[in-house]
C-alpha cells in the first residue's frame, strides 16, 4: 500500500512505550474529544488569527484517527494529549495556526507508523519540518550517559534555532506532561522533573514566558520534594487571607488615584510560588516567616496614545508615590533598557500603611502581553523596522555558536547553559549606547563582542576613565571603552578571562590557527549543576585513592599536562604500567581520558601535608609603577616564604601583568596569597591560572 494514496485509513499504531494500552473508544471518550477539540477552536477564535479553521480541523481528524485505541497511562485517550499541547500553544503563548496544526500532530510521527513525508503530503512542508523537529527531540534530554544527555541537548538547540516554534511546541508539550506527572510511576516523575528544572524551565524563561517557567519550576518541585512542597502550600494557604486583607487595603487608594487620571486598568494581586519561597528559604537561609515579599502587585493599564508609554509608567509611580513611600534602592527601570527577553516594566517597591514592603509591576497592556507570552507576543508587536531585540539577538548568537560548533559536546553545552543562566549587566560605550553583556563578564568579553579584531588586539580598558586590565569583571552602569594596540595578539592564558561563547569561540579558534595546544575545557559552571555530570561520582568505593606524600614516591604521579596541586580537585587514571597519574578533574587530557578508558579512572582525594611543594603559576595585573616587582617578589618570598620559579611580567601603556610560577603546598595557600598580592593597592588581579603556560 502505498503511503500516498492512503487518506485517513488508520495505520498500525506503535505501542512499544509501556505507558500507553490500546482499547476502543467509548461514546463518553467521543464526547470529552469532541468537547476539548471545541474548546480548543473557541480558543483560536479569540485571537487575531482565525481563518484557518478548516486546516485545523483537518490536521485533528488525522491526529485522532492516527492515535485512535491508543491511552495515555492516565486512561485518557490519546489525543487528549496532543488537544491540550495545542490548547496550550494558543491560549498560554499566543501562536497561530501552523504552531497549532503541528501541536496536534506532534507526536504522529513519533508513535504510529505515519512518517514525515505523510505529513508533508497533507499538511505542507512547514508543518512537516516543525513535526519532524519535535520528532527528533521526542524523548528524554538526560540518558544514562553524560556525552548522550548533551548530544540530545545539543539537537534540541539545534533544532530550535531552525524554527522556534519548534521548541516553543516542545514546552507545551512537556508543560502538559507535568500537569499530568501524577499518573506515571515515581522513577518516572523524578527524572522528568529534574529535566524539567535543568533545562525546560531555563528555556522558558529565556523565551519570555514567566507564567510556564513559573509553573514548570512548581510542578517540579512538587514531584521532587513532595514533603517540603505540601508544608509550605499549607502555610501560604493559611496565610492567604492576610495578604488578601493587605492587597485590599493597599489598592483602594491607587483604583482611585488611577481612575482620577481617567484610566482603564486592572490591578492584579500575586502570591509568590511554593518553589520561589522555597528558593529564598534557601539562598537567603531564612524560615517561612522571613520571606516577606509574598505579595506583589501589578498595574496593567492601557495607555493614552498620545504620550509615550515610558513617560505615563513615571507618572503612575508618581502618584502612587503620593500615598506611600518607596524604598529608594528597589526601583527597576524595564522599560528603558528592557530584559534580553524582552521584558518591560517598571518595577517598584512601596511601603503600605502597616509598614510592609509591596512590590509593584507597572505595566501597559502590551507590555504585559510580551511579559506574559514572551516570544509570540513580541513578534506580534514589532513592526519590522526596528532595532532586533534583544531576544533576536540571542537567538542569533545561538546561531553563530551552532555554525562553530566545538567538537565537545559537553563543552558546547556548558557553554550554553552559562548563555542561558545568566543574568545581565548593562554597560555603556563611551558613545553612551547601552550594550548588555552576560554577568560576569569581563573587559575581554566586551572587546570581542563589538568586534573580533577589538578583542584580538586589545590590551584594557578605560572603566569610567580608569585603567582597568583585560580580566576586569564589568559591573552595571560601567563605562568602557577598549584599548587596543596592533602589537598586541591572543595569549592563551587569555581563556582564563574569556567567559562569553563568543570571545571563547574566537580565541580558540585564533589560537589554533596560530598553532597553539589548547585545552578544550575552560569551564565555570554553577558547581551544583555541574557535579550532576560528574561520572566519578558513581565509581564504587574500590575505585577511589587516597594520595600521600608516600603515594607520590611512584605509586601516584603528578600528570604533567595539568600540575595539580593538593586542594585540587582530582581524579586518578591508571596507566599500562600500573602507575595512577593525577590529573586535575577540568585537566583537557583528563577530559578524554574520562570519555574513552571510564573504567581506568579512580575517584581521587589528596591529603594535605606542607612536605611537599609543587609548582603553580599565578597572573598579576595591575597599574604599573616603580618598584613595583619587589613589591610583589617580597609579598611571596618573605610574607609567604615561597619558592619562585620563574617571572614572566612585561609592561604596556601603564599596565604591566603577567605570570610568576611558584611552589605551594594547597590551593589555601594561593589562595591566601593572591589575597595578599590583590591588597597591594595597584594591584588589581592576582590569581592562579587555570592552564599551565606553555614553557
Ligand atoms: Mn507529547
Not at 105 to 115: A, F, G, I, K, P
Not at 453 to 476: F, M, R, T, W
Request: hydrophobic letters at 35%.
Amino acid at each position: 500500500m502505498s503511503k500516498k494514496s492512503c487518506n485517513f485509513a488508520p495505520k498500525l499504531a506503535k505501542i512499544e512505550d509501556m505507558n500507553k494500552y490500546e482499547t476502543i473508544n467509548t461514546e463518553n471518550d467521543e464526547l470529552m474529544i469532541r468537547e476539548e477539540f471545541e474548546a480548543l477552536l473557541e480558543d483560536y477564535r479569540q485571537t487575531p488569527h482565525r481563518q484557518k479553521i478548516e486546516l485545523i480541523t483537518d490536521c485533528f481528524e488525522f491526529a485522532k484517527q492516527a492515535h485512535a485505541g491508543i491511552r495515555r497511562r492516565s486512561g485518557e485517550p490519546y489525543i487528549m494529549h496532543p488537544l491540550a499541547v495545542a490548547r496550550i500553544v494558543v491560549k498560554e503563548m499566543g501562536l497561530g495556526s501552523t504552531s497549532i496544526c503541528s501541536a496536534l500532530l506532534h507526536d504522529v510521527v513519533e508513535d504510529t507508523d505515519y512518517t514525515v513525508e505523510d505529513i508533508e503530503q497533507r499538511f505542507g512542508p512547514k508543518i512537516a519540518s516543525i513535526v519532524e523537529g519535535l520528532t527528533k527531540i521526542s524523548g528524554g534530554v538526560f540518558g544514562e550517559q553524560a556525552s548522550i544527555q548533551a548530544e540530545n541537548f545539543r539537537k534540541l538547540i539545534l533544532t530550535m534555532s531552525e524554527d522556534i516554534r519548534v521548541i516553543l511546541i516542545k514546552i507545551a508539550d512537556r508543560l502538559h506532561n507535568m500537569r499530568t506527572l501524577e499518573a506515571q510511576p515515581v522513577e518516572k516523575q523524578y527524572k522528568i522533573a529534574g529535566e524539567t528544572l535543568y533545562i525546560y524551565a531555563p528555556l522558558a524563561h529565556r523565551l519570555g514566558l514567566f507564567p510556564i517557567k513559573t509553573e514548570l519550576e512548581n510542578l517540579a518541585f512538587k514531584y521532587e520534594h513532595p514533603e517540603t512542597y505540601a508544608q509550605i502550600e499549607e502555610r501560604l494557604q493559611a496565610d492567604k487571607h492576610l495578604q488578601m486583607e493587605t492587597f485590599e487595603k493597599f489598592a483602594e487608594p491607587v483604583r482611585k488615584k488611577l481612575k482620577a487620571m481617567g484610566y482603564e486598568f486592572k490591578l492584579e494581586a500575586r502570591i509568590k510560588s511554593v518553589y520561589s519561597i522555597w528558593k529564598k528559604m534557601q539562598t537567603k537561609n531564612v524560615p517561612f516567616d522571613g520571606v516577606y515579599d509574598l505579595l506583589a502587585v501589578r498595574i496593567i493599564f492601557k495607555p493614552n496614545p498620545d504620550m509615550s508609554e515610558k513617560d505615563q509608567c513615571w507618572m503612575i509611580y508618581s502618584a502612587l508615590t503620593q500615598y506611600y513611600k518607596p524604598h529608594p534602592e528597589r526601583i527597576r527601570d524595564w522599560i528603558s533598557t528592557p530584559k534580553a527577553n524582552g521584558y518591560e516594566a517598571l518595577h517598584v517597591t512601596l511601603m503600605t500603611q502597616d509598614g510592609e514592603w509591596v512590590e509593584v509591576q507597572i505595566r501597559t497592556e502590551r507590555m504585559h502581553e510580551i511579559a506574559e507570552r514572551g516570544l509570540a507576543a513580541h513578534w506580534r508587536y514589532k513592526t519590522g523596522f526596528e532595532d532586533e531585540s534583544e531576544l533576536d539577538k540571542w537567538i542569533r548568537a545561538i546561531q553563530e555558536m551552532l555554525k562553530h560548533p566545538e567538537p565537545d559536546a559537553i563543552d558546547f553545552m556548558d557553554t550554553f547553559k552559562l548563555n542561558l543562566f545568566a543574568d545581565e549587566v548593562f554597560v555603556f560605550t563611551p558613545h553612551g549606547e547601552i550594550k548588555i553583556m552576560p554577568q560576569g563578564s569581563t573587559a575581554l568579553d566586551f572587546a570581542y563582542m563589538l568586534h573580533t579584531d577589538l578583542g584580538e588586539h586589545c590590551i584594557g580598558a578605560k572603566v569610567n576613565h580608569k585603567l582597568e586590565p583585560l580580566s576586569y569583571v564589568l559591573q552595571g552602569g560601567d563605562q568602557v571603552e577598549v584599548l587596543t594596540s596592533h602589537l598586541q595578539k591572543p595569549q592563551l592564558e587569555w581563556l582564563n578571562w574569556a567567559t562569553t561563547a563568543k570571545a571563547k569561540e574566537n580565541l580558540k579558534r585564533r589560537l589554533r590557527r596560530d598553532g597553539v595546544l589548547i585545552p578544550d575545557l575552560q569551564k565555570k559552571p554553577d558547581k551544583k549543576e555541574y557535579s550532576k555530570w560528574n561520572p566519578l561520582r558513581y565509581l564504587p568505593h574500590s575505585r577511589r585513592i587516597t594520595i600521600t606524600d608516600d603515594s607520590l614516591n611512584g605509586e601516584h604521579v603528578i600528570a604533567p599536562c595539568c600540575h595539580p596541586i593538593p586542594g585540587d580537585d582530582v581524579l586518578g587514571f591508571m596507566e599500562d604500567n600500573g602507575v595512577i597519574s593525577i590529573h586535575k578533574r577540568d585537566c583537557p587530557e583528563a577530559e578524554a581520558l574520562k570519555a574513552k578508558h571510564g573504567q581506568q579512572l579512580y575517584a581521587a582525594e589528596w591529603k594535605v601535608t606542607d612536605k611537599h611543594s609543587f609548582p603553580c603559576t599565578i597572573f598579576i595585573e595591575g597599574i604599573d609603577k616603580v618598584g613595583m616587582v619587589i613589591e610583589i617578589l617580597l609579598v611571596i618570598s618573605q610574607k609567604f616564604c615561597l619558592n619562585i620559579g620563574r617571572i614572566d611580567l612585561t609592561s604596556k601603556d601603564g599596565i604591566f601583568s603577567g605570570n610568576v610560577r611558584i611552589y605551594t603546598h594547597s590551593t589555601n595557600e594561593v589562595e591566601e596569597l593572591c589575597k595578599e598580592l590583590r591588597a597591594i593597592e595597584e594591584v588589581n588581579v592576582a590569581q592562579r591560572l587555570n592552564i599551565e603556560p606553555n614553557e
